[in-house]
């Protein structure tokens, strides 16, 4: 099925009915009052969203100011999630970008605006943020890193993080970033080292076993 898809069914299923209340009330200037009447579901919204172009696979931004108006920052980040390719098998580096940007978003608080300026993201894209969300640290801190990362495309890395991060004295979070960048690397040198090794050990008994009967 549809990643997209299955990231709407997810969040649907995870929506009060108080919450899906408070959706409709937040679409009613995109979505007419009839259909609204007949949306029982976050399943039912979406596909009206989704059937005038208001949602996409591409183009995510309403679904994300949305659960940002609910301050669920569980289905935030399964949008992430989405985002990032994870459900898909993203690149190993998205999934270190992924990681890092969640140490940072945990961690950095309200000196998230000096890490953006160190990052280059201009002081108008930053009172953009403030103003969309102005009620949601974690969110300002997560949209000015995607900025960022949008920026530089495929050069951002997590070593521009971790230099930026020492650059403004952050240097607590840059150690956490590069400690669980390390972890990652033992873990996935572990998982490909680990069938080659035991196949090479077979391959190097096999032949003494022949030779001794």
């Not at 920052?73 to 459900?87: I, M, T, V």
């Not at 969110?139 to 000015?144: A, G, I, L, P, T």
Request: charged share 30%.
């Amino acid at each position: 099925m549809d990643p997209f898809l299955l990231l709407l069914h997810s969040v649907s299923t995870g929506l009060s009915s108080s919450e899906l209340t408070e959706l409709k009330f937040l679409c009613q200037s995109r979505v007419g009052k009839r259909k609204l009447e007949r949306v029982q579901s976050g399943l039912d919204l979406f596909s009206v969203l989704l059937e005038q172009n208001e949602l996409s696979s591409e183009h995510t931004v309403l679904l994300r100011e949305l659960l940002v108006s609910l301050r669920r920052q569980d289905l935030l980040r399964r949008l992430d999630d989405f985002e990032a390719g994870a459900a898909g098998g993203a690149a190993p580096e998205e999934r270190d970008l992924r990681a890092a940007f969640d140490i940072i978003c945990d961690n950095v608080g309200k000196d998230w605006r000096r890490l953006a300026r160190q990052l280059k993201v201009s002081d108008a894209k930053i009172d953009a943020i403030e103003e969309k969300y102005p009620r949601n640290l974690a969110e300002q801190v997560r949209e000015s890193l995607r900025v960022w990362r949008n920026s530089r495309k495929e050069d951002a890395a997590v070593s521009h993080l971790v230099g930026a991060l020492r650059a403004c004295r952050l240097n607590l979070v840059a150690d956490l970033v590069e400690e669980d960048q390390q972890a990652r690397a033992r873990q996935s040198q572990s998982e490909r080292g680990g069938d080659p090794a035991s196949l090479e050990s077979r391959n190097l008994n096999a032949p003494t076993s022949r030779a001794s009967s």
